[in-house]
């Protein structure tokens, strides 16, 4: 079963990766081993190893198979096709090529799809491997983020109204240094998305964030 489904995996990535030169066929692709928090998107993601093979990474995970590769679309944006293969079942299923989409950890059966270029103003899509469902997203504005059991931490952007009204405001100790750098102050509130219910609540808990 194992040999099938890497073959499977090969054959995948060799159709993705027809215009590039092949791999050398007597030698294994190098593989290293990606340990929690590694990667862009929440601390507490899944650990994994990873086969780089020309521009295609597969992230090894014990029940799924990611396989990401970049790619120009046709409005001229770039993004990553992520691709899931299910180790159990050898089924696989393109969860994203959206624009300026890219790749950002699993946990358990939740797949994480980082929307955004810049530092603030980012997207998180979620997608549910079992249904191969998307079952939310929210924007973040922070890469402060953090998994803890089915449940997503992350902080956003106060408007200006909200963040005027803020009282009392979160401790801030960098905040002249921050001023004097001649960058904007921002204040974030923390929410949390839950993968079983669907559904954010805010947590009431604030902090401050240079902005560029």
């Known amino acids: 079963m194992k040999n099938r489904i ?6 995948i990535i060799g159709f993705y990766n027809c215009t590039s030169s092949p791999a050398p066929t007597n ?3 190098p593989q290293k081993y990606a340990a929690k928090d590694t990667l862009i ?3 507490n993601a899944d650990a994994s190893t ?5 521009n295609i990474t597969v992230y090894q995970y014990p029940e799924y198979h990611i396989i990401v590769s970049s ?3 046709d409005d001229g ?8 293969v299910n180790m159990r079942t050898s089924d696989s299923t393109l969860v994203s090529n959206i624009s300026f989409g890219f790749f950002a950890g699993i946990s358990g059966n939740y797949l994480f799809v980082d929307e955004g270029t810049l530092d603030i103003s980012r997207t998180m899509h ?3 491997l079992t249904s191969n469902q998307k079952i939310g997203e929210f924007n973040f504005d922070s890469d402060e983020m953090k998994i803890e059991g089915t449940q997503i931490h992350y902080f956003a ?3 200006d109204a909200a963040a005027a009204a803020l009282n009392p405001k979160p401790d801030c100790p960098d905040a002249q240094k921050i001023l004097d750098a001649g960058m904007g102050l921002g204040y974030l509130e923390q929410y949390i998305f839950d993968f079983k219910t669907r559904q954010t609540t805010s947590t009431k808990i604030y902090k401050c964030q240079a902005l560029s």
């Open 6 to 11: 890497f073959i499977y995996l090969i054959f």
């Open 27 to 29: 030698q294994a692709p």
């Open 41 to 43: 998107g929440p601390s």
């Open 50 to 54: 990873f086969v780089v093979i020309n």
């Open 71 to 73: 790619e120009e679309l």
């Open 77 to 84: 944006s770039y993004s990553e096709r992520i691709t899931a």
């Open 126 to 128: 979620i997608y549910d």
């Open 157 to 159: 952007l106060l408007d």
